[in-house]
């Protein structure tokens, strides 16, 4: 059974960077695509990227401009979501899921909160 769990801080400063890991058990990163997605309170799911951990390889939603970055680290099965310069308007439940397509997924964390905020 594929399992995802997101592990970080769940408060974040503004103007600092959020980092989230996902670790993955009962398949490798090498053999998918793998997201990142948030949802804010009150709002929609909203895609952030994913990785293709094998060739490193990575696509980003351009509305969060160059402040996203995605790495993956095979030897562990996990994968990292970097997001600097962080606001509130970045306080969403994050989650990390297997993609199933090119905006598809199967298989989702449960989901992390991350507050960003003095």
């Known amino acids: 059974q594929v399992q995802l769990q997101e592990s970080g801080p769940g408060l974040v400063k503004p103007s600092e960077t959020l980092s989230l890991t996902c670790t993955v058990s009962g398949d490798s990163i090498t053999t998918n695509y793998w997201s990142w997605i948030r949802q804010p309170p009150g709002k929609g799911l909203q895609w952030i990227g994913f990785i293709y951990p094998t060739s490193g390889r990575t696509w980003y939603n351009a509305t969060l401009g160059s402040r996203t970055s995605i790495s993956g680290d095979t030897s562990k099965n996990q994968f990292t979501l970097h997001l600097n310069s962080v606001t509130p308007e970045d306080t969403a439940v994050y989650y990390c899921?297997?993609?199933?397509?090119?905006?598809?997924?199967?298989?989702w964390g449960q989901g992390t909160q991350v507050t960003v905020s003095l």
């Open positions: 899921a297997r993609n199933r397509g090119w905006f598809q997924w199967d298989y």
